[in-house]
């Protein structure tokens, strides 16, 4: 039995995002957790002949502690989308001040109800938000490093996407699986497009064509958030992006070859973290690929940073100076 709770369910990412659960094989119970609406998007995704159980929890006031409690209770996943989305003219930095205290008290919740879960973060700003849930788990005695995951697959999503509009004629964007580290916002955002099958593609741009590819895929949210003109940030590729991740997980539990990348903490009793902490000033957290596992994350592929362009380790640096100071706020949160 694999259940699966979704945080923020009735948002406009927990929507979709539950709406792809309830077609996934691997999902047996799905609980959609919000603090609105989410009856109704429960017995809507109830009706669809999947094999999955549908439940939804609402608190039934600001105090009510037995709708979280119970959603949570048995799960194997939980997937937080819950929290308020970016408008024109603010950085997901910006999100920090609302977003911090959502997030902190939906981990208190995972710490007390199901400190076994596999933990994934979307909500903004994920190089702030995941050391949140990391300091904690970490205060309640149940942090397993392993189990935590923040969520970048967007990123990688969009740099697949992007290069291959660039050769509409010879590729199609399942052609790439590229690489995207650091975090997740603007120049934190580094994509390594010098590495794997992408090389030639992209050695083959002249410097504009390659710092505006670039470019296009630190500041994607942007393009969105800007489209949307005040109506929110990406909800459908979003969910589309938390499911793959979500989906490669469910896959790891019965294969042994799932590579996904993910902004972890890079603790030293994960096989791998040691070496990558190394090669970037330290920094606890940071997004790598990672081989998964029945246990969760297995190894760290640390050894991309060795591969990587001299341009690259440019774009490296500036991202590494951001995050120390995006983790250190989510850090301090929790422990000042
Ligand atoms: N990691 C990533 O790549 C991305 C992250 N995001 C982030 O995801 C978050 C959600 O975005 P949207 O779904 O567009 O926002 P939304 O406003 O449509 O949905 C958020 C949902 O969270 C719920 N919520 C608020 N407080 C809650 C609580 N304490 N417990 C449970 N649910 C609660 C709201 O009721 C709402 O239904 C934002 O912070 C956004 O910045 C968005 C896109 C990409
Ligand atoms: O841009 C935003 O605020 C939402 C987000 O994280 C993304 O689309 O990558």
Known sequence: MVKVTVCGAAGGIGQPLSLLLKLNQNVDELSLFDVVNVPGVGADLSHICSDSKTESFVPSSKEDKSALANSLKGSD?????AGVPRKPGM???????????IVRDLAQGIAENAPKAFVLIISNPVNSTVPIVAETLKKNGVFNPQKLFGVTTLDIVRAN???SQLYAKETKPSDFNINVIG?????TIVPLYSLGNSKSYY???SQDDQKALIHRV???????????????????????AGYRLAESILKSFKESSVV??????????????????????GLDFFSLPVKLGV????????????QISDDEKKLLQVAIDQLTKNIEKGVAFIKN
């Open 77 to 81: 996943l939980v997937i937080i989308p």
């Open 91 to 101: 950085t997901r930095d910006d999100l920090f001040n609302i977003n911090a205290s």
């Open 161 to 163: 996407t992007f290069i």
């Open 183 to 187: 975090g997740h916002s603007g120049e």
């Open 203 to 205: 050695e083959k741009l």
């Open 218 to 240: 630190q500041f994607g949210g942007d393009e969105v958030v800007q489209a949307k003109n005040g109506a929110g940030s990406a909800t459908l590729s979003m969910a589309y």
């Open 260 to 281: 996904e990348c993910t902004f972890l903490n890079l603790d030293d009793s994960i096989k791998g973290a040691k070496e990558a902490k190394q090669l970037i000033n």
């Open 295 to 306: 246990n969760g994350i297995e190894e760290v592929h640390y050894q991309v940073l060795q």
